[in-house]
């Protein structure tokens, strides 16, 4: 268990509707980050939030947006779902902002099925 | 931006043989990471290496960062079932705004008992 929760584990819905997905980092931890996982893409960094200021961006589409709260929680909304955007959403905290061991938290994942 | 090239994409190998996969990337990474997710788990630290040629051993693991900064190999000696997964390197560079790290696409392992 790392200690970093995602909710919900699963969730089906269709194309141009909106979903938003929540992530609770580690205890302590002030970062927290967004990856998508698809078949054939592997790991892509999204978003990276530090105490609630977003911190870096990376290949995160219009039509998705994430914020970090007070509490440190996170959520990741995706709106005009498509197709493509079917894929397991991982969350991963760190205690500072750069990670400087390299090592990321990740949760369990939310897998995102759009029909 | 910066890609990671992973290899192999896949391996099934039979059950106490040794593993081998790398990484090279077209630029220079500060760190090389590996990590490891298991079938329905995210993705877990294996080794972290912080200096050019370092060579780091975490029990039947071994991974080394290369001399360039732009390499990095995993061996597994002996494998076992539980090896099963999907192998993950990742680069890093810290400073300024940068800190995330950089993902290959993954090397996913079977291993026969």
């Known amino acids: 268990d790392s200690g970093v929760t995602q909710t919900p584990k699963h969730l089906i819905t269709a194309t141009g509707q909106r979903v938003t997905l929540r992530c609770s980092p580690r205890s302590g931890d002030l970062s927290v980050y967004w990856y998508q ?37 996170s959520e990741l909304n995706l709106s005009s779902l498509e197709l493509g955007d079917s894929a397991l959403y991982f969350c991963a905290s760190s205690r500072r902002a750069f990670a400087n061991t390299g090592e990321l938290f990740f949760g369990e994942g939310s897998r995102l099925t759009v029909l | 931006g ?27 990474f500060n760190t090389w990471l590996w990590y490891k997710q298991d079938p329905g788990e995210g993705p877990v630290l294996l080794i972290a290496l912080y200096k050019a040629g370092e060579l780091t051993s975490n029990g039947r693991l ?39 790290l950089i993902f290959g696409k993954g090397t996913k392992l079977s291993v026969k008992p």
Do not use: W
């Open chain 2, 2 to 28: 910066q890609q990671l090239n992973q290899s192999p994409q896949s391996m099934f190998i039979q059950e106490g043989e040794d593993v081998s996969m790398n990484c090279t990337s077209s630029s220079i």
């Open chain 1, 37 to 73: 996982q698809s078949l054939d893409q592997g790991l892509q960094f999204l978003i990276q939030y530090y105490n609630g200021e977003e911190r870096a961006k990376g290949n995160i589409l219009e039509r998705f947006s994430a914020q970090q709260f007070p509490d440190l929680h």
């Open chain 2, 62 to 100: 071994t991974a080394q960062f290369g001399i360039t900064r732009k390499d990095s190999f995993l061996n597994i000696s002996a494998s076992i079932p539980s090896d099963v997964g999907i192998y993950f390197c990742a680069g890093q560079n810290y400073g300024g705004s940068q800190g995330n």
